[in-house]
């Protein structure tokens, strides 16, 4: 069985790499968090102190960290070999760092994959997570039984940067329907229709979603623990569009979701942004 590394333990992390151990493969892991290495060695990963040597060690290195700059900070702090190593990552980022990492680690011998993933905390927790994969197709085989293990299905898109392409676009799609949502409660609210009902009746009609039904809880008790947070949606709105989409529907939700941020919403779930719309 091969020796899984992996960079970022996160709200995202912990739970796709216990799943991992939980269907007995060795993980290695690096991490600054104490207390995120804590609870991942009790499940029984190995830390590693050293970038490099967790690479040396590992035949594939998973990644998911928060954003381009800690990415590319993190494959500029690798001075060891990568020749035959396979880098999949699982961070949301621009589809223009996805495609310089995979050329870049190409020259070098190594493979690349980008393979961001759809679903918040509680798909990694249940292992329901989508992977939306970009790279080379023999490489995404060889990684297949890494994505059943986490995730629920797997999306192979086409050459690198697909991933990250898929990802922004999904992610986009959760912000209007996010904020939608949230303005549509606050709406019926300004005109005497309760949260409770309002929401009741979202999830009854053709409108109800997964979306609608995980975030109610949080709309009636007015509390947004992160699922989700609200600064990772804004930043990918935001690479969204880098890339080229910047229409009319994207500058509103731009807004909304700085506004919020600005208003110190930043850690809390994306529902939050009611709270900037109220």
């Known amino acids: 069985m091969k020796t899984i590394g992996w960079i970022g333990l996160g709200n995202m992390g912990i739970p796709m790499v216990n799943n991992l151990l ?20 009790e499940k029984g990963a190995t830390g590693i102190n ?11 290195i998973f990644l998911t960290l928060p954003n381009d700059d800690i990415v590319k900070d993190t ?28 050329m870049s680690i190409k020259d070098k011998g190594g493979y690349y994959l980008d393979a961001p993933v759809s ?69 019926a609210e300004q005109n005497g229709i309760n949260r409770e009902m309002m929401t009741a009746i979202v999830n009854d009609s053709a409108c109800g979603s ?3 039904k995980i975030k109610t809880s949080a709309i009636l008790s007015d509390d947004y623990p992160a699922a989700f947070p609200l600064k990772f949606m804004l930043k990918d709105i935001r690479l969204a569009q880098e890339a080229g989409w910047d229409t009319a529907l994207t500058q509103a939700a731009e807004q909304a979701y700085a506004k919020a941020s ?3 919403l930043a850690e809390q779930d994306l529902m939050a942004v009611i709270k900037a719309i109220q």
Do not use: C, W
């Open 22 to 41: 939980n269907n007995n493969y060795n993980v290695l892991f690096f991490n600054r968090n104490q207390t995120s290495k804590a609870i991942i060695e």
């Open 50 to 60: 050293d970038l490099d040597n967790i690479i040396s060690q590992s035949d594939v």
């Open 75 to 102: 494959f500029d702090r690798i001075h060891t070999t990568i020749k035959d190593k396979i880098f999949i990552n699982s961070s949301t980022i621009s589809p223009s760092l996805a495609e310089k990492l995979a």
């Open 119 to 187: 679903g918040s905390v509680k798909p990694a927790v249940d292992g329901t997570l989508l992977f939306l994969v970009g790279g080379d197709k023999s490489v995404y085989e060889r990684a297949i039984p890494y994505f059943e293990v986490m995730g629920k299905s797997h999306y192979y898109l086409g050459e690198s940067g697909s991933g990250s392409k898929a990802k922004l676009a999904i992610n986009y799609y959760m912000s209007v329907v996010v904020q939608g949502l949230a303005e549509t409660v606050l709406f």
């Open 210 to 212: 997964g979306m609608s």
């Open 262 to 264: 600005e208003q110190g």
